[in-house]
T-cell receptor, first 117, second 113 residues
Framework: GAVVSQHPSWVICKSGTSVKIECRSLDFQATTMFWYRQFPKQSLMLMATSNEGSKATYEQGVEKDKFLINHASLTLSTLTVTSAHPEDSSFYIC?????????????FGPGTRLTVL | GNSVTQMEGPVTLSEEAFLTINCTYT??????LFWYVQYPGEGLQLLLK?????DKGSNKGFEATYRKETTSFHLEKGSVQVSDSAVYFC????????????FGGGTRVLVKP
């Protein structure tokens, strides 16, 4: 149980285009989903926290107009990288907290590798 | 604020060797502590956790003890296997920080046969 999927697993796009990444909790309802960014050989940096049905809370320094987050249901959150540029190339990872769990553990998706040409 | 410091890698070991990865933290309040593992090409998986001082988390032969006096949560395994090759992340979470995870920089471990 407690599986989180991401789609796509990798994407290559041209500079200036927008890319949408989906994060789904497959067998549980997620009250909260988190979006992270991981640079090569570096740690995860939290970008934003999203709660179902409300606006995402962005970390300092993260442009909310560039990284649009939608958490429309208890099993789906999306991250849209708008007008992507090469510096947005990175590994994007989502995680989800199980609503029905009393431990509030975060379960991580496998990540999406974005390459912007 | 919260922060996690862990030893830099890569750590290269032979199979059946003893592994230790140091992790220390600073936190506002009383954190819960975690070790996550990231195998090549995969997402993070929770390896073990401890929620209060002196708790020992254990899983798959790995152990870590929550040491409040030294603000540490070192990861150990007595006999590593090639399949333990991965990146290991120490992390903490506090209610004061809205239960957001703060990660260390990660330690890459390579186990050679």
């Amino acid at each position: 149980g407690a599986v989180v999927s991401q789609h796509p697993s990798w994407v290559i796009c041209k500079s200036g285009t927008s890319v949408k990444i989906e994060c789904r909790s497959l067998d549980f309802q997620a009250t909260t989903m988190f979006w992270y960014r991981q640079f090569p050989k570096q740690s995860l940096m939290l970008m934003a926290t999203s709660n179902e049905g409300s606006k995402a809370t962005y970390e300092q320094g993260v442009e909310k107009d560039k990284f649009l987050i939608n958490h429309a249901s208890l099993t789906l959150s999306t991250l849209t990288v708008t007008s992507a540029h090469p510096e947005d190339s990175s590994f994007y990872i989502c995680s989800a907290s199980d609503r029905g769990s009393d431990t509030d553990t975060q379960y991580f998706g496998p990540g999406t590798r974005l390459t912007v040409l | 604020g919260n922060s996690v410091t862990q030893m830099e890698g890569p750590v290269t070991l032979s199979e059946e060797a003893f592994l230790t990865i140091n992790c220390t933290y600073t936190a506002t309040g009383y954190p819960s502590l975690f070790w996550y593992v990231q195998y090549p090409g995969e997402g993070l998986q929770l390896l073990l956790k401890a929620t209060k001082a002196d708790d020992k988390g254990s899983n798959k032969g790995f152990e870590a003890t929550y040491r409040k006096e030294t603000t540490s949560f070192h990861l150990e395994k007595g006999s590593v296997q090639v399949s333990d090759s991965a990146v290991y992340f120490c992390a903490l979470r506090t209610k004061a920080a809205g239960n957001k995870l703060t990660f260390g920089g990660g330690t890459r471990v390579l186990v050679k046969p």
